[in-house]
Nanobody, 116 residues
Framework: QVQLVESGGGLTQPGGSLRLSCAAS????????MRWYRQAPGKERELVAT????????LYADSVKGRFTISRDNTKNMVYLQMHSLKPEDTAVYYC?????????WGKGTLVTVSS
């Protein structure tokens, strides 16, 4: 079955960096668009970044553009989110997402806390 496992979250100070990873299995990874979402306390889940299949076109929410980079390694079935210049408002649980066979699959999330 489809499994998505996020890692790499933690506590960092404003201006810091973190790299999130998502290990994918149970589907043909190289043919799936991959996305990162986040959900802050008391807020709705929001789309942060998308990476397409073959040409690896990347798309970002305006709030993270220029600070976050999504990438993928189709040889390892991994997708990454490199985050720089982190702000307190980036504090959230970050989720990996894969649309497969008409269904949306989610990992359990990894918590990112940005605080001094």
């Amino acid at each position: 079955q489809v499994q998505l496992v996020e890692s790499g979250g933690g506590l960092t100070q404003p201006g810091g960096s973190l790299r999130l990873s998502c290990a994918a299995s149970g589907f043909t990874f190289r043919t799936s668009v991959m996305r990162w979402y986040r959900q802050a306390p008391g807020k709705e889940r929001e789309l942060v970044a998308t990476i397409t299949i073959f040409t690896s076109i990347t798309l970002y929410a305006d709030s993270v553009k220029g600070r976050f980079t999504i990438s993928r390694d189709n040889t390892k079935n991994m997708v990454y989110l490199q985050m720089h210049s982190l702000k307190p408002e980036d504090t959230a649980v970050y989720y990996c997402n894969a649309p497969v066979g008409g269904m949306n699959y989610w990992g359990k999330g990894t918590l990112v806390t940005v605080s001094s």
